[in-house]
C-alpha cells in the first residue's frame, strides 16, 4: 500500500497570504496525484487532478505540482473561503490512499 | 448536473448488516467507475471500495475485504455497498464518488454522505 504523509498537519496563515502544503509518497506514483478541499461538515471536493490539473471551475488561485513522491499545492492568496482541511489523494496503485489532510486555518 | 444521494445508514449493532444506495443522476452512471469513500468522525478519509464502468472489476480496501460487497444497477442508476459483519470500526460517513473517468480516476463528485454508526 502507498503511503502519503502531509505537512503541516495544520497552516495558520491569514486572508491574502501564501499557502503551500506537502505530499510525499512512500513509492513513486508518476502524476497520479489529486488533491481535495473539505470544509466542517460538507464533502470532499476535487481541486486538483494527474499532479497539475486543475478541476473545472477550480479558481485559478489553486495550483499544484511534482512528480514521483514529491509534490506541492499552493493556494497563491487566501481567501476566506479558503480555510479548510486538504487532502493528498493517489491513483498509481490499488488500494487508493489518502494523506492524513492539512488544516489552513486563520491566523 | 450530477447529483450523489447516499441512503441507508443508520445505527447497526456489531455483527450485523447493513445495505447503502447511492442514486446518481445527471451523468451517464454506465460510463463512469464509482468508487465508496468513507470518513470516521473527526478523522481523515479513507477509501473502501471501487466498481468499474461496466461492473467487471472491483477493488477493496484490505480494512473490507471479504466482510464488503460493491455492486451497480444500471437500470435503476443506483451503486451499492453491501456492508456484513460490521464492527465498532467501521463506524463513519460513507460517501459516494464519481470517477473522474471509467477507470480510475480521481473522484469528481461526491455525495453528501450516509452516517453508519456500529455500536450495542
Known amino acids: 500500500e502507498i503511503v502519503l504523509t502531509q505537512s503541516p498537519a495544520t497552516l495558520s496563515l491569514s486572508p491574502g497570504e501564501r499557502a503551500t502544503l506537502s505530499c510525499r509518497a512512500s513509492?513513486?506514483?508518476?502524476?497520479?496525484l489529486a488533491w481535495y478541499q473539505q470544509k466542517p461538515a460538507q464533502a470532499p471536493r476535487l481541486l486538483i487532478y494527474d499532479a497539475s490539473s486543475r478541476a473545472p471551475g477550480i479558481p485559478a488561485r489553486f495550483s499544484a505540482s511534482g512528480s514521483g513522491t514529491d509534490f506541492t499545492l499552493t493556494i497563491s492568496s487566501l481567501e476566506p473561503e479558503d480555510f479548510a482541511v486538504y487532502y493528498c489523494?493517489?491513483?498509481?496503485?490499488?488500494?487508493?490512499?489518502f494523506g492524513p489532510g492539512t488544516k489552513v486555518d486563520i491566523k | 448536473q450530477v447529483q450523489l444521494v447516499e441512503s441507508g445508514g443508520g445505527v447497526v449493532q456489531p455483527g450485523r448488516s447493513l445495505r447503502l444506495s447511492c442514486a446518481a443522476s445527471g451523468f451517464t452512471f454506465s460510463a463512469y467507475g464509482m468508487h465508496w469513500v468513507r470518513q470516521a468522525p473527526g478523522k481523515g478519509l479513507e477509501w473502501v471500495a471501487f466498481?468499474?464502468?461496466?461492473?467487471?472489476?472491483?477493488f477493496y480496501a484490505d480494512a473490507v475485504k471479504g466482510r464488503f460487497t460493491i455492486s451497480r444497477d444500471h437500470l435503476n442508476n443506483t451503486l451499492y455497498l453491501q456492508m456484513n459483519s460490521l464492527r465498532p470500526e467501521d463506524t463513519a460517513i460513507y460517501y459516494c464518488?464519481?470517477?473522474?473517468?471509467?477507470?480510475?480516476?480521481?473522484?469528481?463528485?461526491w455525495g453528501q454522505g450516509t452516517l453508519v454508526t456500529v455500536s450495542s
Open positions: 464518488a464519481k470517477d473522474r473517468w471509467n477507470y480510475g480516476g480521481p473522484f469528481d463528485s
Open positions: 489523494q493517489q491513483r498509481s496503485n490499488w488500494p487508493r490512499t
Open positions: 466498481m468499474s464502468y461496466g461492473g467487471s472489476d472491483e
Open positions: 513509492q513513486s506514483i508518476s502524476s497520479y
